[in-house]
């Protein structure tokens, strides 16, 4: 089955303790993006990564880490989290090329800090 | 102030009626405005796509229309289920940037018996 999967699905942590959220994808996708999405304000894009080894800045970066080793996967790292990090983080991914490409999402990670 | 402005933020509906979310966005130019749907602690999935010169686009009882002069799109959802119950996001892809997506905050809809 086609998918993207994120481990673990919900955490909760303390401040300034470093956590890696995985993202995976069994689609062969060159795509993949972070997003985090809190209440009334919609999904805002963290990091992307248009392939292996190349990774940019989406419009809030602060606080947080990514790598592209391999072509499915995209982990998440927050090297010393903070309370404002609380959210609902989303990772997917597309192929790239034609327009309108469809991103396809993870199911979520639930991120409490504290 | 956010690119993609939706309305309303949240509304109820009787099943079997129908009902109509909006969609206001200044992102321009752009090359697509997609629909997601997103349920309830799951990841969105795509409802519809339109390009820059499409006017309607349906997928089953979801309906999306466009209106690229006046920067506005609706998604009208026909004998409601409660299967619909959902969040609806907005999504518009700059022309200038494929990967760098504006999202709207969603319209809840609430479906009841």
């Known amino acids: 089955e086609a998918q993207v999967t994120q481990n673990p699905r919900y955490l909760i942590t303390v401040t300034g303790k470093k956590l890696t959220v995985t993202c995976s994808q069994n689609?062969?996708?060159?795509?993949m993006s972070w997003y985090r999405q809190d209440p009334g304000l919609g999904l805002r894009q963290i990091y992307y990564s248009m392939n292996v080894e190349v990774t940019d800045k989406g419009d809030v970066p602060e606080g947080y880490k990514v790598s592209r080793k391999e072509k499915r996967n995209f982990p998440l790292i927050l090297e010393s989290p903070s309370p404002n990090q609380t959210s609902l983080y989303f990772c997917?991914?597309?192929?790239?090329?034609?327009?309108?490409?469809?991103?396809?999402f993870g199911p979520g990670t639930r991120l409490t800090v504290t | 102030k956010n690119q993609v402005e939706q309305s309303p933020q949240s509304l109820i509906i009787l099943e079997g009626k129908n009902c109509t979310l909006q969609?206001?966005?200044?992102?321009?130019?752009?090359?697509?405005l997609r629909w997601y749907k997103q349920d309830t602690g799951r990841g969105p999935v795509s409802l519809t796509i339109?390009?820059?010169?499409?006017n309607t686009k349906s997928n089953g009882r979801y309906t999306a229309t466009l209106d690229a002069d006046t920067k506005q799109s609706s998604l009208h959802i026909t004998a409601s289920q409660l299967s619909d119950s959902a969040s609806y996001i907005c999504?518009?892809?700059?022309?200038?940037?494929?990967?760098?997506?504006?999202f709207g905050a969603g319209t809840t809809v609430t479906v009841r018996a």
């Open positions: 999504v518009v892809t700059p022309l200038s940037n494929d990967y760098k997506l504006s």
């Open positions: 997917a991914s597309s192929l790239l090329g034609d327009r309108g490409q469809e991103q396809y």
């Open positions: 969609c206001n966005y200044t992102v321009s130019p752009f090359s697509n």
């Open positions: 689609m062969n996708h060159e795509y």
């Open positions: 339109m390009t820059f010169s499409e």
